[in-house]
Nanobody
Framework: VQLQASGGGSVQAGGSLRLSCAAS????????VSWYRQAPGRQRELVAEITTGGSTNYAGSVKGRFTISRDRAKNTMYLQMNSLKPEDTAVYYC??????????????WGQGTQVTVSS
């Protein structure tokens, strides 16, 4: 199983970006999905998630500006980021809880995509 993250880039404050994360390989079922970010000198933090039960959760700092979604048919999830702020600058990582067969379930991480927001 591989996760390919894309969509990062450089934007000015107030702009928008949409990140994508596509899963490929032996994917039987995707359970929970999430986006994390890590800014220089800081710990990786959870930005948004869709739980196994289908609930969405957001970090307080992005609530109302970011939207996580998924397309099960394409094994792809997205993070729509609006009203971006300089403090959103970070490397963004996707993580998915995936079963490759009926008996196992593991977490997989994408390679990270850089988001830079200038003031």
């Amino acid at each position: 199983v591989q996760l390919q993250a894309s969509g990062g880039g450089s934007v000015q404050a107030g702009g928008s970006l949409r990140l994508s994360c596509a899963a490929s390989g032996s994917v039987l079922r995707i359970h929970a999905v999430s986006w994390y970010r890590q800014a220089p000198g800081r710990q990786r933090e959870l930005v948004a998630e869709i739980t196994t039960g289908g609930s969405t959760n957001y970090a307080g700092s992005v609530k109302g500006r970011f939207t996580i979604s998924r397309d099960r048919a394409k094994n792809t999830m997205y993070l729509q980021m609006n009203s971006l702020k300089p403090e959103d600058t970070a490397v963004y990582y996707c993580k998915e809880d995936i079963s490759s067969d009926p008996w196992t379930r593991d977490d997989y991480w994408g390679q990270g995509t850089q988001v830079t927001v200038s003031s």
